[in-house]
């Protein structure tokens, strides 16, 4: 993921109700972005590993070839999100929205689906 940019929480709060905020290839590891209104981001590239993202509204954002490593989406909107290649090694998507197609070419060992079942 190379040179990423530091970003912080409220970064992307000023970001918000902009047309599809761009924060591709950002460094936002272990933020606490709890409750955070991301609708539409563009998160694609960033490095999100070990951030809380616990009920966070993700609805169509985008976390192409993102890493989410260990990362808290307990009971997320991620309606429409598009998380293709993605790392959710260790993530926890319990009781989160998500259409299982939307996590395709995934990588999802040892995560908490949202039915809290574990994958291998």
């Known amino acids: 993921m190379g040179d990423q940019r530091k970003v912080s929480r409220e970064e992307l709060e000023k970001a918000i109700g902009q047309d599809q ?7 936002l590891s272990g933020l606490d972005l709890s409750r ?5 981001f563009n998160l694609s590239r960033s490095n999100l590993r070990g951030a809380n993202l616990r009920g966070a509204d993700l609805k169509e954002a ?10 808290d989406l307990r009971e997320t909107d991620l309606e429409g ?8 090694s260790q993530a926890n998507l319990e009781r989160a929205k998500v259409a299982l197609p939307t996590l395709g070419a995934s990588i999802l060992t040892g995560a908490t689906m ?7």
């Open 114 to 120: 949202p039915d809290g079942t574990m994958h291998d």
């Open 62 to 71: 985008y976390f192409l070839q993102a890493d989410l490593t260990g990362t």
């Open 81 to 88: 999100a598009i998380l293709w290649e993605a790392n959710l």
């Open 36 to 40: 955070a209104d991301l609708k539409g």
């Open 21 to 27: 905020p761009d924060f591709q290839n950002c460094d």
